[in-house]
């Protein structure tokens, strides 16, 4: 008896499998179809236009002939594309860096405020990203301004010599690092304050107990359990600060002397400026590969963790 029973429990299983199969299928056919609004969505504002672009690359400046890579070799001899490509690289980085630091400072100083006086904080620390980038610039432009500076008039009530802000190369990058960094740490803070709420309240009592001081606790605790959201907020945040372009064309538009040129900005003179829109596609289609290598190493490096996990 307990032989026939043994022989009929794969017939209902495999029974049980069949059966589930349609139920799978009609969920997975559901699925797609919710889904299908959004993929169009963005085969129509992401695929068709990167697609384009590439089309646009390979003509010639009246877009009458092909040239295949013609407008990739031309830019690869001037000395302006290396320098885009490095002031582009530089701006990107280095505000990343800046953004992540500012943000996770400044996570941890409302994370330890009292929970009834954080929504304030949050809100008024919110402002800077809230507010459109252009109005922003366009305030940080005033405070730069070679006549109106109201940091040159600082500077002269304390004595002190006055700076050609967006006159000088090196302080012309510096202030659109500084308004990106203004604009961007905001999206840092959210984030990072998000994490830092999940991470358990028994780790830092355990830590405590065990003598550990406040630096112990966010190197050996809060860094390892926020390590994946950093990486994947400075991921999202490095395409976007790479693809900027409204405070470098209202701050300095490139200058001076295309000393703060952004890929962004020097494609948009290539493209509109300059008649020249093939070149400019070209110009814009050099992210692609280097976003694509900062991605593929950020996601390598969260998927290996979360494997050992």
């Known amino acids: 008896m307990s032989e026939v029973v043994a022989r009929d429990i794969p017939v209902a299983v495999s029974g049980a499998r069949v059966r589930r199969r349609p139920l799978v299928r009609r969920k ?8 299908l609004p959004l993929i169009a969505v963005i085969a129509a504002l992401v695929v068709y236009p990167a697609l384009y672009a590439i089309h646009l690359a390979t003509l010639n400046k009246s877009m009458q002939h092909f040239v295949g890579l013609g407008n990739f070799a031309f830019l690869f001899k001037r000395n302006t594309f290396w320098m885009v490509v490095e002031q582009s690289i530089v701006f990107a980085v280095s ?10 400072i400044v996570a941890h100083f ?30 940080w432009l005033w405070l730069f301004d070679p006549s109106y500076s109201a940091f040159n008039w600082i500077l002269a009530h304390l004595g002190l010599p006055e700076v050609a802000w967006l006159g000088n190369p090196y302080w012309a990058r510096f202030c659109v690092i500084l308004v990106n960094v203004w604009v961007g740490s905001p999206f840092f803070l959210i984030m990072y304050l998000a994490a830092l709420k999940s991470v358990p309240e028994q780790l830092h009592e355990a830590a ?15 860094l390892p359990m926020m390590r994946n959201i950093i990486q994947i907020t400075a991921l999202f945040s490095l395409i976007v600060t790479f ?7 209202i701050l300095t538009q490139g200058g001076p002397v295309d000393q703060t040129h952004v890929f962004a900005t020097w494609a948009f003179n290539w493209a509109i400026t300059g008649n020249d829109i ?15 290598v900062a991605a593929f190493l950020i996601l390598r490096n969260v998927r290996k963790r979360g494997g050992e996990a």
Do not use: C, E
């Open 28 to 35: 997975t056919l559901v699925a797609v179809g919710f889904a």
């Open 95 to 104: 505000a990343v860096i800046f953004k992540a630091l500012v943000g996770f």
């Open 110 to 139: 409302v994370h330890n405020i009292p929970a009834r006086g954080q929504r304030k904080w949050r809100g008024m620390l919110l402002i800077p990203w809230v507010i459109p980038p252009a109005m922003s610039t366009l305030a």
């Open 208 to 222: 405590a107990i065990d003598g550990a001081n406040w630096f112990q606790k966010i190197w050996y605790i809060n």
């Open 243 to 249: 693809a900027n372009f409204d405070i470098v064309k």
């Open 278 to 292: 093939p070149a400019g596609a070209a110009v814009s289609l050099f992210m692609a590969p280097i976003l694509a």
